[in-house]
């Protein structure tokens, strides 16, 4: 009876955590999107740290803030799978063999604290997520103007600094040109952009094939994000009879087939 007892109140204590983290994770709620605000910014906190450390020399006390960063990371990553209603669909996911690279990084330093750069996934997951759009929409007139163009540059910044990631840890055991981040960063950027400046190469058949990845998905981020730019500013409102997604901001009639549109106006800016 009593083991009973104690089965049913561990089942529903379970069941209230459970409760909880969804409220956290899912819930269009004011406390729930600071949580999850919150975890955005530790994402970025934690590339920050990554990007800063690996131009400083291995202290003691940086393993203990990678442990810290590691077990923070496991709980999310804990919390998430616990949550999830399509469990082995979302631990298939490439997303997923990303946390589990940055929370090996950073619970094993003896693997070296490289690995841990793909903790950046973790932000465009994050951004691309439903309940973050909505709420970076409904709270922020700039982003609502200015989407495509932040979705844009973040794409191309993560690439970057994902490429960076692998070029660094990759090369800087057998490539004297690559000592420290900023190294790594200015070949990605030259081979991005086909520059070419030959100060910096990669070696071996990786570092070859890495600068083919580069040059081939960096430009072709590289040429949406000045497609972005130079597109006329337009607002996203889909036409009710021709389906027609971007107008311009004062259009009254859709160009494509003349319906009267009913454009949100948020007012001068």
């Known amino acids: 009876?009593?083991?009973?007892?104690?089965?049913?109140?561990l089942g529903t204590s379970r069941w209230r955590l459970v409760g909880k983290?969804?409220?956290?994770?899912?819930?269009?709620?004011?406390?729930a999107h600071?949580?999850?605000y919150g975890l955005l910014i530790f994402d970025i906190a934690t590339i920050l740290f990554i990007i800063v450390t690996s131009f400083l020399p291995r202290y003691k006390v940086m393993e203990w803030v990678d442990i810290a960063i590691g077990l923070a990371i496991l709980a999310d990553f804990v919390a998430r799978i616990t949550i999830s209603r399509t469990r082995w669909r979302d631990l298939a996911h490439p997303v997923t063999f990303a946390d589990?690279?940055?929370?090996?990084?950073?619970?094993?330093?003896v693997v070296g604290e490289g690995i841990g750069f793909l903790r950046i996934?973790?932000?465009?997951?994050?951004?691309?997520?439903?309940?973050?759009l909505v709420r970076l929409r409904a709270d922020s007139a700039f982003f609502r103007r200015n989407e495509e163009l932040i979705i844009a540059t973040v794409n191309l910044s993560v690439f970057?600094?994902?490429?960076?990631?692998?070029?660094?840890?990759?090369?800087?055991?057998?490539?004297?040109?690559?000592?420290?981040?900023?190294d790594a960063l200015y070949f990605t950027i030259a081979a991005l952009t086909t520059t070419g400046f030959g100060d910096i190469t990669l070696k071996g058949t990786l570092g070859h094939l890495l600068s083919v990845i580069i040059?081939?998905?960096?430009?072709?981020?590289f040429l949406r994000l000045v497609q972005v730019l130079l597109r006329p500013n337009k607002v996203r409102h889909p036409?009710?009879?021709?389906?027609?997604?971007?107008?311009?901001?004062?259009a009254i009639h859709c160009k494509a087939c003349g319906t009267i549109l009913n454009i949100p106006d948020e007012g001068a800016v």
Do not use: K
Not at 21 to 31: G, H, I, K, V
């Open 1 to 9: 009876m009593h083991r009973t007892s104690s089965r049913q109140a």
């Open 21 to 31: 983290l969804r409220f956290l994770y899912e819930a269009d709620a004011p406390e």
């Open 34 to 36: 600071r949580f999850r």
């Open 100 to 109: 589990v690279a940055a929370i090996v990084s950073f619970l094993a330093p």
């Open 121 to 132: 996934l973790r932000t465009v997951r994050l951004l691309r997520t439903y309940q973050l």
């Open 160 to 182: 970057i600094f994902i490429m960076t990631g692998f070029v660094y840890e990759t090369q800087r055991w057998t490539n004297e040109d690559i000592r420290n981040y900023v």
């Open 215 to 221: 040059m081939i998905c960096g430009v072709t981020l």
């Open 239 to 250: 036409c009710p009879v021709c389906g027609l997604q971007r107008h311009d901001r004062d």
